[in-house]
């Protein structure tokens, strides 16, 4: 949707600062969380969809997963349950926003069972495992000192005890979850001690969403609470998911199941965790910074030797070891699963060599001395017998998939070959935390190679190729027709030749959306593929693209945007970007526009202009020939983004000044694109 032109016959300014309210609404600013999704249409509970059992050729292949991995393993059983103080009563809800719950471990009631393979046929065998094992929930102790809060949302909320309080590391997404933890479980079983200090080991939502559910905003603004980052963070944080914020809020509803009923033929888990709480995200901006690798910060009497891992798992990230207790944090660069090196939100290609290589710093500054190692997700390690060999076989898988790509791409290989011929050698594979839960060994080669060389596998071909739709019409001509296509289809699914079913008959969909028979092939073609997945975000992605064949797109409340934490914490720069990214190159053809930005609080002041369909803006200037001035502050911008005010009741109350041409602000707003949140991804 857009701004209808008929906004040049209103007021200019009115247009202009209802258009900045969009701006807010549209971007997304909150909505995606890193690794995650936490505000989403899972709010509300979804409808079954019509699914359908597993096929012989489903229960076959995941029989392959039984059969090559030992289940009689029951190593992370006892570790995912050692230390255990205290557990929330059951069933776990904990209350959200709304009446709707921030947390509802019961919903997931249906898995359930020990390291023994009793996985339903419609879950991936190794998945289900996983899936069990991030039903433990509760307060644990890692060692005297030091405490983990464990299966009430996707991330790990780890305390450690100070010389007069707690250290809080990675305060889960939302502040109803945080609060309830401190308030039910750590306060009557450790006792009542004043927080000093929280960590942020990375820049993504749900690793400090839920911070003021712990910290007031008198402890923070006092220093009482100090909040400790790697250096970047800040905008890391505020910056990842805004220019893209739209499709990554889009893509997340598919990657986290969303919108999928809880059920052995829905989602089962995240991969990283259960699922992601809902509720209120919230950012308390840091006031000190992890800088650089061996740097020493003492916090409440307790020492912490920093390692940066900045673009690694997430654009500002750092590990750190506590002497005093001899545990190493390894924040989310080593966990008990192969991690993304590409995440199906949609995010910067992350390298896997650089990652290898912060493993192996950790190695030779900590790995004699560990006796523990807890991350951001799942249960710790204990023992320095077991964290050396953890962090090799961590080190080793980043570093095997990033170099073997290069190395079969050096060979001239694709991409997509190269994904198709990667495997993890079994000493790698056969690890637990080796396996593809998150990450898979097939996106993170193709991710790679993308890293190194880009989208184009060098095949002439593919420089131009046509778009989907475009091509699934030809295809279908080329193959006799769509009836002949799903003839043909039909009897490659009967033989389990799920991949090749799901590219011939998407060929039909593109070409003709409408084509209900087409799209049922599809939908059950993806359900299987689904079923077979052990990644859960390609289960969930498969299952999602399945359930909207079937019944469509479904129009729930889009992600709220208005953090107002996010907003006050965005640069102005970040915002001006976003209007950059909406504006419509068709329509803002031959024509020029141009306008002063002056924000009386934060003494910015900003030149906006758009030439030749884009738009570009130059700081700490002032134009004299510029269309437009708008002053204003910095606190009303805000305001107007997070939907409390608009632009026309600013100017009525005085609070905000335009001088010149105001119509030419409207003209402007014209220009301006707003996305749906809910565009179609399975079908044109």
């Excluded at 392959?64 to 009689?72: G, H, I, P, T, V």
């Excluded at 170099?403 to 694709?414: E, H, V, Y």
């Excluded at 799901?502 to 070409?511: T, W, Y």
């Excluded at 059950?524 to 992605?541: I, M, V």
Aim: aromatic content about 10%; overall charge negative.
């Amino acid at each position: 949707m857009s701004e209808s032109n008929d906004a040049t016959k209103t007021t200019g300014r009115r247009a202009f600062l209802k258009n900045v309210a969009v701006v807010g609404a549209a971007s997304g600013f909150s909505g995606v969380v890193g690794d995650s999704f936490a505000q989403s249409g899972s709010a509300l509970p979804p409808t079954t969809p019509a699914a359908k059992p597993a096929t012989a050729s489903t229960i076959a292949l995941n029989k392959q997963y039984a059969d090559f991995l030992s289940f009689a393993d029951a190593q992370d059983f006892e570790d995912a349950r050692r230390g255990l103080v205290a557990t929330l009563p059951e069933p776990v809800v904990i209350p959200g926003p709304g009446g709707t719950p921030a947390w509802d471990l019961a919903q997931f009631a249906f898995v359930s069972g020990g390291p023994e393979n009793n996985a339903p046929p419609t879950v991936n065998p190794s998945l289900w495992r996983n899936a069990k094992l991030n039903m433990n929930h509760g307060l644990f102790e890692v060692v005297d000192g030091i405490w983990q809060v464990r299966g009430y949302d996707l991330s790990v909320m780890s305390i450690i005890r100070g010389d007069t309080g707690y250290i809080v590391v990675d305060p889960f997404i939302t502040t109803e979850v945080a609060s309830t933890v401190w308030k039910q479980l750590v306060i009557p079983h450790l006792g009542d001690k004043p927080i000093t200090h929280v960590i942020y080991t990375h820049s993504h939502v749900d690793h400090y969403g839920g911070v003021r559910g712990l910290a007031s905003d008198e402890d923070l603004n006092s220093g009482k609470v100090q909040i400790v980052a790697p250096v970047g963070f800040t905008e890391a944080a505020v910056g990842e998911n805004v220019i893209a914020g739209n499709a990554m809020g889009r893509r997340a509803s598919f990657m986290y199941g969303s919108l999928l009923p809880r059920s052995a033929a829905g989602i089962v888990d995240g991969g990283l965790g259960k699922t992601t709480s809902v509720g209120t995200i919230t950012l308390a901006v840091p006031t000190l910074f992890a800088e650089k690798t061996g740097q020493k910060m003492t916090l409440d009497g307790v020492e912490v030797v920093v390692l940066m891992a900045p673009e690694s798992e997430a654009p500002s990230e750092f590990m750190f070891y506590l002497p005093k207790y001899k545990a190493f944090c390894a924040a989310e660069d080593a966990t008990h699963t192969l991690h993304n090196l590409y995440t199906l939100r949609g995010a910067k290609m992350r390298d896997g060599l650089l990652w290898s290589k912060y493993l192996q710093t950790a190695l030779d500054m900590f790995g004699g001395d560990a006796q523990v190692l807890f991350a951001s997700h799942y249960w710790p390690t204990w023992g320095n017998d077991r964290i050396v060999p953890f962090l090799r076989a961590q080190r080793d898988m980043f570093r095997y998939l990033h170099d073997q790509t290069l190395r079969m791409a050096n060979q001239g290989l694709t991409p997509l070959e190269i994904g198709e011929a990667m495997r993890l050698p079994d000493s790698l594979a056969k690890h637990w935390y080796c396996r593809s839960y998150y990450g898979t060994v097939y996106h993170d080669a193709v991710a790679q190679y993308n890293l190194r060389l880009g989208f184009f596998d060098g095949v002439p071909a593919n420089l131009h190729r046509l778009p989907p739709t475009e091509a699934g019409k030809r295809y279908v001509e080329f193959m006799g027709g769509a009836p002949a296509v799903l003839s043909k289809a039909r009897a490659y699914f009967n033989k389990g030749d799920y991949r090749w079913v799901a590219e011939v008959v998407n060929q039909v969909v593109f070409a003709e959306p409408q084509n209900i028979a087409a799209r049922q092939l599809l939908a059950d073609t993806y359900e299987q593929l689904g079923y077979q997945s052990e990644s859960a975000p390609w289960r969930n992605f498969y299952l999602t693209g399945a359930m909207e064949l079937r019944d469509g797109v479904r129009k729930l409340p889009a992600p709220n945007p208005q953090s107002p934490d996010t907003i006050q914490a965005m640069p102005l720069p970040m915002f001006l970007d976003y209007l950059g990214i909406r504006l419509n190159g068709d329509r803002a053809a031959g024509k020029t526009a141009s306008f002063n930005l002056s924000l009386t609080d934060t003494k910015e002041h900003y030149v906006l202009g758009v030439e030749n369909s884009a738009l570009h803006y130059s700081r700490d200037t002032n134009a004299q020939s510029a269309d437009a001035t708008v002053t204003m502050s910095r606190a009303d911008l805000n305001d107007i983004m997070m939907g409390k005010t608009n632009m026309q009741k600013l100017v009525m109350a005085g609070n905000v000044k335009i001088d010149g041409n105001s119509q030419k602000l409207g003209e402007f707003v014209s220009w301006l694109d707003t996305f749906d949140f809910w565009f179609n991804i399975v079908t044109p």
